[in-house]
Nanobody, 127 residues
């Protein structure tokens, strides 16, 4: 079992920044790939960013490339999503998720690739 808790969401004006945190407990984080997803009202959950278990490989959805940065601090069992240049269309509930099942980590953009999810944190960007 892995418990994930997101924090750092809030209300920010367009162009502003936020840093989301995903803290894990129950198992050490360092062996697992982690993804961030978001879900806006009336829309499906969509991929935002992911990081490999080594931290050496990162993936981003096209609309956030150059604005968002995913990183991990395994000593703190925490993964971060630093978001700059926020836009109103970034408004959503943001979730982190961890891939713990054996086998290759290939479909990093698919929710089904992940085994445990946090409860989400709301990000609201005003225009």
């Amino acid at each position: 079992q892995v418990q994930l808790v997101e924090s750092g969401g809030g209300l920010v004006q367009a162009g502003g920044s936020l840093r989301l945190s995903c803290a894990a407990s129950g198992r050490t984080f360092s062996s697992y790939a982690v993804g961030w997803f978001r879900q806006a009202p009336g829309k499906e959950r969509e991929f935002v960013a992911a990081i490999s278990w080594t931290g050496r490989t990162t993936y981003y959805e096209d609309s956030v490339k150059g604005r968002f940065t995913i990183s991990r601090d395994d000593a703190k069992n925490t993964v971060y999503l630093h978001m700059d240049g926020l836009r109103p269309e970034d408004t959503a509930v943001y979730y982190c998720a961890v891939h713990t099942s054996p086998g290759p980590y290939r479909n990093y953009a698919l929710p089904a690739e992940y085994d445990y999810w946090g409860q989400g944190t709301q990000v609201t960007v005003s225009s």
